[in-house]
């Protein structure tokens, strides 16, 4: 247990599907993050969100669409994807800003299949 | 353009073996971080390394910091088939506000 969660841990959806990716973490962190992890690619940062504001999205296509409620919670909805969009999507957080390290804990991931 | 390095990308080896993972960059970091992500999972963090030159004991597992915050070092002793998987290294600075991982070192170790 890292605590990070994320729900569903698997999801199969169609192209013209509308679906959301739930992550919450139970560490009182003020950051999170969405990768994206294909087949022997390296992790793809998709999102970054400190204090509830996105600070960064890295060329991210428009059917990825993240939420950030509350510092606890972030989601991605997701619609109109390609197959190529089939993945593992990792959710992370961290403390940013109070010490040197400020390493991230992941949550166990979604593998997302698109048909 | 890869801001952290991982060598070797693949490695196979036989149970009990020893061996050595490296993570190198051009760029300084304020800390280093070792991860180890299994087929389907998350990334699970193994050890933070902050200060230069610094050695981290984690039972078979020894972790080093280059003297130049640029560069580190995995050695596993007896490696097992537990110690199968990704090992990713992750650089922070300016106190984790931006944070790049590297491409990941996968080790298959055959009983």
């Known amino acids: ?115 | 353009t890869q801001l952290l390095e991982q060598s070797p990308q693949f490695l196979s080896i036989q149970e009990g073996e020893n061996l050595t993972v490296y993570c190198n960059s051009s760029s300084v970091f304020s800390s280093l971080q070792w991860y180890r992500q299994e087929p389907g999972e998350g990334p699970v963090l193994l050890v933070t390394v902050v200060t230069g030159g610094e050695v981290k004991k984690l039972k078979r597992l020894t972790f080093q910091f280059g003297d130049a915050r640029k560069d580190s070092s995995l050695h596993i002793t007896a490696a097992q088939p537990g110690d199968t998987g990704l090992y990713l290294c992750a650089g922070a600075r300016n106190y984790g506000q931006n944070f790049v991982f590297g491409p990941g070192t996968r080790l298959s170790v055959l009983p």
Request: hydrophobic share 30%; aromatic share 10%.
């Open chain 1, 1 to 115: 247990e890292t605590g990070v969660t994320q729900t569903p841990r698997h999801l199969v959806m169609g192209m013209t599907n509308k679906k959301s990716l739930k992550c919450e973490q139970h560490l009182g962190h003020n950051a999170m993050y969405w990768y994206k992890q294909s087949a022997k690619k390296p992790l793809e940062l998709m999102f970054v969100y400190n204090f509830k504001e996105q600070t960064e999205n890295n060329s991210v296509p428009s059917r990825f669409s993240p939420e950030c409620p509350n510092s606890s919670h972030l989601f991605l909805h997701l619609h109109t994807l390609q197959p190529e969009d089939s993945a593992l999507y990792l959710c992370a957080s961290s403390q940013v800003g109070n010490s040197p390290s400020g390493e991230q804990f992941f949550g166990p991931g979604t593998r997302l299949t698109v048909l």
